[in-house]
């Protein structure tokens, strides 16, 4: 069954938010993950604080998404990721088809 990795972002950086978006969408693809959505306009309709940028990719799997986040190569990203922007991540389990 699908997960998705849903990042709740604020750029620190921009030159590091671009080089950390490069590194990242390499990996992503590496393990199977797509972009659902990636920063595109967003609006809260109930509750809560206004959006940050939202970014959501889906693996295929829950197993392969925590692989990606624990690779070798997503390494490199997420260092940059220290100074490139402050995030909220959340791994979210897919509904199983019916």
């Known amino acids: ?43 809260v309709v ?4 206004p959006p940050k940028t939202i970014i959501i990719v889906e693996f295929p799997s829950m197993a ?3 692989e990606w986040y624990a690779s070798a190569e997503y390494a490199a990203a997420l260092k940059l990721r220290q100074t490139a922007l402050e995030r909220r991540l959340m791994f979210v389990e897919g509904a199983a088809e019916s």
């Not at 109930?46 to 604080?49: A, I, K």
């Open 64 to 66: 392969r998404a925590r």
């Open 46 to 49: 109930e509750g809560g604080p």
């Open 1 to 43: 069954m699908p997960a998705y990795v849903i990042s709740e972002v604020e750029v620190r950086d921009r030159s590091a938010m671009e080089a950390y978006r490069a590194l990242a969408a390499q990996t992503i693809v590496q393990y199977g993950g797509r972009y659902l959505a990636r920063g595109g306009a967003a609006e």
